[in-house]
């Protein structure tokens, strides 16, 4: 009796990273570039105020909210790999604690967790606001990059494995010399898109008072009542990143299968 | 160590994998610069036997004492023993990451801190002398399998180690690559390097072993100068066995 | 009876909150209700947030805004204001063990206060101090007394409110920021809507006329 | 020259619904199952202030978090449905379309989307906080959607189509009776997943001051100050219900599968 | 109508994909009745040239008139010229999530708007005729791929049509179930259903056939009764076609 695997569709976090199979996204991908720059740079003209306004108001949040988004990713990443090499630890204890690390984030509302953090955080250790932002998100990601890992380590054919450790070299040095420079070729996307809904996520630490791009966008609308130009900014702004965030990273990710094709 | 000493001793191991025996009371010594040969029908342990010669698999029970050294003894380092035993595995195994020369400098850099300077001068000696030495800079995914298995053999290699492991290096090979390998691995043998090597390859067993063993269903059925195995093998399952296979 | 739609952000106690039986309560919500007995209107109080609690008034989510919110020049552009019903200050406050008396003590140190209040546009107003805005006034009270922040400013009931009952063993008023005008609340109404306008001062007049004011003063503040 | 497809990584938007064969989770599972529920009983015994307190407190809120996923969830499935059928269409109007959508909304954080629409829309039209709420929920959802229902057309073989299309079934006939009772079943795990992570991010719509789980809390701590006790809770809550959801929808798609494996 | 015109008329019709020419200006009518196969080799154009009757591959030029309606005719319903003409394919393509008899009713009911209790009655009777009205609630995937391909014909049959088209019915069968669906062809032939048939059987051709149509690059190259097709045929190519295949 013929059995057909089941069809699995995995739909990414959020970002937009064209596959170059993906005409239509293309395309998409460069009607939008285009019109978004193209209001960016003409609202601000034809109505100068508010939008010339706002444009003034905003850049240090955009510096803000790159700040954030780097420090969490390589938090996270590092968090993640952690947890990634827990979750195939055949330590039961280790395993499990990487396991449920993983389950109880992601059954927590990423602002929730931002509370919570925050205001735990506070209880118990005095540290800046940016910092407590930068702790929560990574603990969040880190939960999603251990998977990731996770997905990664496993892909690697245990071969490479078994070649290492008859050349000598223990697990450790087979984990760092052989198994993760390989393994990062195939993270590198999933990697890529988490690192841009992260991004947008940081959004959500403008709650806990960071002065990231939504920040200072709201602070701008609740001193001008121009909430309408101002949302209409600011979603053009993150816009252009994630547009800009998701070709470099499409690219990167051509350029570093070197060895896979040349 | 006294040097009239098997560098290889095998002692009365056993291996189950959940309710199958996959090694049955197994006995074999290997001396310095012995060459044996592995024969047996497919699933009769002789992976799992070479295997666990470096533990890659563990045994259950018996004991294994390479070089002197006890495998299972918690006092030795297992990975330096594992220096000693070069491995070649039948899918290559090549770090896919790295060019030809440094799949064979990264052990020698990373576990003997050799000099990189000094390991590339040893990888390309050894690329020479399995005859790849155009190809050190190229990819794995680049070479023919034959090329590969090559490498593989010549990364083994730059360990300098005391034995060589074969687990079938040829049969995920084309016929027309199988005769590159063979030549690299005779040349090794004349060189007087200990290898332990399953194969099914007969003419190369017939070639260069100093011993042949046979065996079925985990256990060590025959064991025997290639001579003898092949011209008058005393047990009726080897018999069976040659009549198949030749 | 006309009913009056009222957005209030409930998350200025004593002024207007959430009791932990979740009704809207506070001084302005006893305020008002005693207005429209007064007035003949029927008042609801809609929980609102407050950042967009101004577009939501512009929108015509609802009719009034009953909010704690102070009437200033900027505001006045954008919708209009009924009579004044309680006059603020702005309060400084600080941890107990810092020795600060103004804003002028506070210069390269973060304040903070609620996005878009006086309060926050009176730290953005003085020279030297880092402003750092917040959705909830009881954030910008946690951040200073964990020491993320080093003063909050902000109407000074609300202030008493915090430094006297939660925060009485940390948190003290420093001192009310004088800026020279006096500080009203007011009921925002969308910019013409006369007839709402006219009967919400009828129903405040009323009860200042009466001295509900007072009482209710007592009851809610403990003046 | 032998070439590798390289290995494609997705991780889901969040849900953690077990694996059978992933064990680790699965024990983790039940670990975080009845630690969640110890915890939500024992607290509030053992500290009745604030947390007995603050479980009285927050309970409609569950009920908004609920009939605000559920209502999104029911509209962004509708509008993922029409998303896929326009990215799969060969109108190339139509599908360029879809995908400028697809592509604006992955590009623009869902908070930011949040304000966006419900003041944009508090412009145009008047509509409640809760159906603002769930519009924009909808509408930034929908577009994850249409990627998954996109996915699940396609992965149904084209014989399916020309077999009806040869029965006189017209296109969208066959699109009705024959491709999407297929498709389904293969977006069911996706649907599940995006329906826990949307019920997450309704905590988004708190900042709305719509009365969800979160802003219960919200209202609780701002009142009683005791912030740290009532994230606790808010995040057990929504841990639970994750936790029981998952569940609930791995087992589903095991009874789904009736016509594949029986 | 004229009776005695033709059911299928195509004329002059070419196709291209790119720049490949699958159809090169093929001509060919087929009665009421009549039974024609199809022979060629791979790629010669059989397959498009089936499915351009039914439309399911549009053509670049030419006319093709079923049943006395142009299918290129804006002013016809292909909907409606399909369901005249029941398709079989190499891949039956049954619909998956539903039962043998689900898959029998459901064009009847929705596009004939039969009522469901008489459909049942007309697929019971169906799954008869091909032999398996035991299966009726299975699902597909647990047939053999030869009880799929007889529901697959009966699928066909359950709309009524006055033509079958069968692409290599059988080409994806396993030998021991080629015999049952062909017996299901051949008894339908009897009853003297139009069919036309793409298929590699030659007994069947030899068999059922009234004329067999020999493709070869797009072309129609041979059109003959079988007694002269496979005994005489005229030309080169259809002879070392024929040796090859027979
Ligand atoms: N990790 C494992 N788990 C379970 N069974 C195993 C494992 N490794 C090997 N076996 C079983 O042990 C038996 C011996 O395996 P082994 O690989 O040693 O055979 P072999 O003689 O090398 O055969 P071949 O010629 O096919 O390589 C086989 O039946 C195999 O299925
Ligand atoms: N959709 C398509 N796009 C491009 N080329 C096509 C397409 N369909 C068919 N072709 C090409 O047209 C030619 C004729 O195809 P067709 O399927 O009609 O051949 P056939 O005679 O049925 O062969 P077979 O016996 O292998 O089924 C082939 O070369 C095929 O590759
Ligand atoms: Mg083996
Ligand atoms: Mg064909």
């Given at each position: 009796?013929?059995?057909?695997?089941?069809?699995?569709?995995e739909?990414?976090d959020?970002?937009?990273?064209?596959?170059?199979?993906?005409?239509?996204l293309?395309s998409?991908?460069?009607?939008?570039?285009?019109?978004?720059?193209?209001l960016i740079v003409?609202?601000?003209m034809?109505k100068?105020?508010?939008?010339a306004?706002i444009?003034?108001?905003?850049?240090d949040?955009?510096?803000v909210?790159?700040?954030?988004?780097?420090?969490?990713i390589?938090l996270?990443?590092?968090?993640?790999?952690?947890?990634?090499?827990?979750?195939?630890?055949?330590?039961?204890?280790i395993?499990?604690?990487?396991?449920?690390?993983?389950?109880?984030?992601?059954?927590?509302?990423?602002?929730?967790?931002?509370?919570?953090?925050?205001?735990?955080?506070?209880?118990?250790?005095r540290?800046?606001d940016?910092?407590?932002?930068v702790i929560?998100m990574s603990?969040?990601?880190?939960?999603?990059?251990?998977?990731v890992?996770r997905a990664?380590?496993?892909?690697?054919?245990?071969?490479?494995?078994?070649?290492?450790?008859s050349l000598?070299?223990?697990?450790?040095?087979?984990?760092?010399?052989v198994?993760l420079?390989?393994?990062?070729r195939?993270?590198?996307p999933?990697?890529?898109?988490e690192f841009?809904?992260?991004?947008k996520?940081?959004?959500?630490?403008?709650?806990l008072?960071?002065?990231?791009i939504?920040?200072?966008?709201?602070?701008?609308a609740?001193?001008?009542?121009?909430y309408f130009?101002?949302?209409?900014?600011?979603?053009?702004i993150?816009?252009?990143?994630?547009?800009?965030l998701?070709?470099l990273?499409s690219?990167?990710?051509?350029?570093?299968?070197?060895?896979?094709?040349? | 160590?006294n040097?009239a000493?098997?560098?290889?001793?095998i002692k009365?191991i056993?291996k189950?994998?959940?309710?199958?025996k996959?090694?049955?009371?197994?006995?074999l010594?290997v001396?310095?610069?012995?060459?044996?040969?592995?024969l047996?029908p497919?699933?009769?342990?002789?992976?799992?036997l070479l295997?666990?010669?470096?533990?890659?698999?563990?045994?259950?029970?018996?004991?294994i004492?390479?070089d002197?050294?006890?495998?299972?003894?918690?006092?030795?380092?297992?990975n330096?023993?594992?220096?000693?035993?070069?491995?070649v595995?039948q899918s290559?195994?090549?770090?896919?990451?790295?060019?030809?020369?440094?799949?064979l400098?990264?052990?020698p850099?990373k576990?003997?801190?050799?000099?990189?300077?000094q390991?590339?001068?040893?990888?390309?000696?050894?690329?020479?002398?399995?005859?790849?030495?155009e190809?050190?800079d190229?990819?794995?995914v680049?070479?023919?399998?034959?090329?590969?298995?090559?490498?593989?053999?010549?990364?083994?290699l730059?360990?300098?180690?005391?034995?060589?492991?074969?687990?079938?290096?040829?049969?995920?090979?084309?016929p027309?690559m199988i005769?590159?390998?063979?030549?690299?691995?005779?040349?090794?043998a004349?060189?007087?390097m200990?290898?332990?090597v399953?194969?099914h390859?007969?003419?190369?067993a017939?070639e260069?072993?100093?011993k042949?063993?046979?065996?079925?269903?985990?256990k060590?059925?025959?064991m025997a100068?290639?001579?003898?195995?092949?011209?008058n093998?005393?047990?009726?399952?080897?018999r069976?066995f040659?009549?198949?296979?030749? | 009876?006309?009913t009056?739609?009222?957005a209030?952000?409930?998350?200025?106690p004593p002024?207007e909150?959430?009791?932990?039986?979740?009704?809207l309560?506070?001084?302005?919500i006893d305020?008002?209700?005693?207005?429209?007995?007064?007035?003949?209107?029927?008042?609801?109080?809609?929980?609102?947030?407050?950042?967009?609690?101004?577009?939501?008034?512009a929108?015509g989510?609802y009719?009034?805004?009953?909010?704690?919110?102070s009437?200033?020049?900027?505001r006045k552009?954008?919708m209009?204001?009924?009579?004044?019903?309680?006059?603020?200050?702005q309060?400084l406050?600080?941890?107990?063990?810092?020795?600060?008396k103004?804003?002028?003590d506070?210069?390269?140190k973060?304040v903070?206060g609620q996005?878009?209040?006086t309060?926050?546009f009176a730290?953005?107003?003085?020279?030297?101090v880092?402003?750092?805005?917040?959705?909830?006034?009881?954030?910008?009270?946690?951040?200073?007394?964990?020491?993320?922040?080093?003063?909050?400013?902000?109407d000074d009931?609300?202030?008493?409110n915090?430094?006297?009952i939660k925060?009485?063993?940390?948190?003290?008023?420093?001192?009310?920021?004088?800026?020279?005008?006096?500080?009203?609340?007011?009921?925002?109404?969308?910019?013409?809507?006369k007839?709402v306008?006219d009967l919400?001062?009828?129903?405040i007049?009323?009860?200042?006329?009466?001295?509900i004011?007072?009482e209710?003063?007592?009851?809610?503040i403990?003046?």
């Amino acid at each position: 009796m013929a059995e057909q695997e089941p069809t699995v569709i995995e739909i990414g976090d959020g970002a937009a990273i064209p596959k170059p199979e993906d005409r239509g996204l293309l395309s998409a991908w460069w009607i939008a570039f285009v019109g978004t720059i193209g209001l960016i740079v003409i609202l601000p003209m034809v109505k100068p105020d508010p939008y010339a306004d706002i444009l003034r108001f905003i850049p240090d949040g955009i510096l803000v909210t790159f700040k954030v988004t780097i420090m969490s990713i390589s938090l996270a990443m590092v968090i993640g790999l952690l947890t990634g090499l827990g979750r195939i630890s055949k330590n039961r204890f280790i395993n499990l604690m990487a396991s449920l690390y993983v389950e109880v984030i992601r059954g927590v509302p990423l602002l929730v967790q931002l509370f919570y953090i925050y205001f735990a955080l506070g209880r118990f250790v005095r540290v800046p606001d940016i910092v407590a932002a930068v702790i929560a998100m990574s603990v969040c990601y880190g939960a999603y990059m251990g998977e990731v890992f996770r997905a990664g380590i496993k892909s690697i054919d245990f071969g490479q494995t078994e070649a290492s450790l008859s050349l000598g070299f223990n697990q450790r040095q087979t984990m760092t010399y052989v198994i993760l420079p390989q393994a990062w070729r195939t993270i590198l996307p999933p990697v890529g898109n988490e690192f841009i809904a992260l991004l947008k996520d940081t959004s959500l630490v403008s709650i806990l008072a960071v002065s990231d791009i939504l920040r200072r966008g709201r602070e701008y609308a609740s001193e001008s009542f121009n909430y309408f130009e101002t949302y209409t900014m600011i979603a053009l702004i993150y816009l252009l990143i994630t547009l800009v965030l998701s070709k470099l990273i499409s690219n990167m990710e051509h350029r570093l299968s070197h060895y896979e094709r040349r | 160590m006294n040097a009239a000493e098997p560098i290889i001793q095998i002692k009365n191991i056993n291996k189950t994998f959940g309710t199958f025996k996959a090694l049955d009371d197994v006995s074999l010594d290997v001396s310095v610069g012995e060459r044996v040969v592995v024969l047996g029908p497919s699933g009769s342990g002789k992976s799992t036997l070479l295997r666990a010669i470096n533990r890659l698999e563990t045994i259950d029970s018996g004991t294994i004492i390479v070089d002197g050294r006890n495998l299972y003894d918690p006092s030795q380092d297992i990975n330096r023993i594992r220096m000693e035993l070069g491995m070649v595995f039948q899918s290559f195994n090549l770090f896919r990451h790295m060019t030809v020369l440094e799949n064979l400098t990264l052990a020698p850099i990373k576990l003997k801190k050799m000099p990189k300077s000094q390991a590339e001068e040893l990888g390309l000696k050894l690329l020479d002398k399995v005859g790849i030495r155009e190809k050190a800079d190229w990819y794995p995914v680049q070479l023919s399998g034959g090329q590969q298995q090559r490498v593989a053999i010549a990364r083994a290699l730059a360990m300098e180690p005391k034995i060589m492991l074969f687990d079938e290096p040829t049969s995920a090979l084309d016929p027309e690559m199988i005769g590159e390998v063979l030549d690299v691995m005779i040349n090794l043998a004349r060189e007087g390097m200990t290898m332990v090597v399953v194969t099914h390859e007969m003419g190369f067993a017939r070639e260069v072993a100093d011993k042949v063993v046979f065996m079925d269903e985990g256990k060590i059925v025959e064991m025997a100068p290639p001579d003898r195995f092949f011209e008058n093998p005393e047990h009726k399952r080897t018999r069976k066995f040659l009549e198949q296979i030749l | 009876e006309t009913t009056i739609v009222f957005a209030t952000d409930a998350t200025w106690p004593p002024m207007e909150f959430i009791n932990s039986d979740k009704e809207l309560v506070g001084y302005s919500i006893d305020y008002m209700t005693a207005a429209g007995k007064e007035a003949g209107f029927k008042p609801v109080f809609k929980n609102t947030a407050w950042d967009g609690i101004f577009a939501g008034l512009a929108a015509g989510k609802y009719d009034a805004i009953c909010s704690s919110v102070s009437i200033t020049e900027e505001r006045k552009k954008a919708m209009d204001f009924s009579e004044p019903y309680f006059t603020v200050r702005q309060a400084l406050i600080v941890r107990k063990d810092e020795p600060v008396k103004s804003l002028a003590d506070l210069k390269g140190k973060k304040v903070g206060g609620q996005i878009g209040t006086t309060g926050y546009f009176a730290i953005k107003a003085a020279k030297g101090v880092v402003p750092k805005s917040y959705d909830e006034i009881g954030l910008a009270m946690e951040d200073l007394n964990v020491g993320r922040i080093d003063a909050v400013v902000c109407d000074d009931p609300v202030a008493a409110n915090y430094a006297m009952i939660k925060y009485k063993d940390t948190l003290k008023i420093a001192s009310v920021i004088e800026t020279g005008t006096v500080e009203n609340y007011g009921i925002a109404v969308r910019k013409g809507n006369k007839k709402v306008l006219d009967l919400i001062n009828k129903g405040i007049r009323a009860v200042k006329a009466k001295g509900i004011d007072e009482e209710l003063k007592k009851k809610w503040i403990g003046q």
